[in-house]
């Protein structure tokens, strides 16, 4: 893994790997999305009837969203890589989506009582400017559930070791520079290298806070049965969370901007 500067890439990385991501973690092919993510997308969603989908991919949690929805739901989806956005049409649903980025959502303010966003955050660069675009179109007291890789035990460095040299040898979860927020480019397959862009959880919580999103609830599962049966040396780590779900609600402000 290597440092890659003060940005977390262009679009152009995610236009060149969107077959990759949809062939391994779409339509029943990733166990963690199956087992854990979109359970958890659907229940702290449940009850929203205006929901967006921001950094939606190809559609797999706008769709689980819209299935589980109660009558007259209405979904959308924003993806700033067309291939992408070509595969989510296709696939339907019965959710609408556009080509845009979170920077500069194109909807009206007090556009959806939800917005959710899964495994995005970590892979952009104005953390501030895009809560306050989820800011912007949620209405008050709408709900943004936020997903993202762990930020303590997914840190750069962080990672199993099986320590043979100890006598009797360890196996043990490394955590790497927690407190170092740094952009990595990491290989995640053969010829694919993504971006990271490493925040510790007061960083995220702080920005949410800001934007005038305050968090309500917060889950750090343990990796679900799929995943720990993938390889036996998981089933050892079936108490490291790999993922971390904040669900923050838009508090209303006053005339002044203060919190009412």
């Known amino acids: 893994m290597t440092e890659a500067g003060p940005r977390a890439g262009g679009i152009d990385i995610w236009e060149r790997h969107a077959a990759w991501w949809q062939g391994e973690f779409t339509q029943g092919a990733d166990v963690e999305y199956e087992?854990?993510?979109?359970?958890?997308?659907?229940?702290?969603?449940?009850?929203?009837?205006?929901?967006?989908?921001?950094g939606c991919g190809e559609g797999q949690v706008a769709r689980a969203a819209a299935a589980a929805g109660p009558a007259g739901v209405t979904v959308a989806g924003i993806e700033p890589a067309w291939a992408q956005?070509?595969?989510?049409?296709?696939?339907g649903g019965g959710v609408g989506y556009v080509r845009g980025r979170g920077e500069a959502l194109p909807f009206p303010d007090g556009a959806f009582d939800a917005v959710v966003t899964?495994?995005?955050?970590?892979?952009?660069?104005?953390?501030?400017?895009?809560?306050?675009?989820?800011?912007?179109v949620l209405e008050p007291g709408g709900r943004f559930v936020l997903f993202t890789n762990h930020p303590?035990?997914?840190?750069?460095?962080?990672?199993?070791?099986?320590?043979?040299?100890l006598d009797p040898p360890e196996q043990y979860w490394r955590v790497g520079e927690y407190l170092t927020e740094v952009v990595t480019l990491e290989q995640v397959d053969a010829n694919?290298?993504?971006?990271?862009?490493?925040?510790?959880?007061?960083?995220?919580?702080?920005?949410?806070a800001r934007a005038g999103l305050l968090v309500h609830h917060m889950d750090e599962p343990a990796p679900p049965a799929g995943f720990l049966a993938q390889d036996v040396q998981y089933a050892s780590a079936a108490t490291i969370p790999r993922l971390l779900a904040l669900r923050s609600e838009k508090v209303a402000r006053g005339p002044a901007g203060a919190s009412s």
């Open 35 to 54: 087992e854990q993510i979109l359970p958890l997308a659907v229940g702290h969603l449940a009850g929203s009837s205006r929901i967006l989908d921001m």
């Open 85 to 91: 956005v070509q595969a989510a049409a296709g696939r």
């Open 118 to 136: 899964c495994l995005v955050l970590e892979h952009t660069d104005d953390l501030d400017a895009i809560l306050a675009e989820v800011a912007r």
């Open 152 to 165: 303590l035990f997914q840190t750069p460095g962080s990672g199993w070791i099986d320590d043979q040299v």
């Open 192 to 208: 694919v290298v993504l971006p990271f862009a490493h925040r510790t959880l007061s960083t995220y919580v702080n920005a949410l």
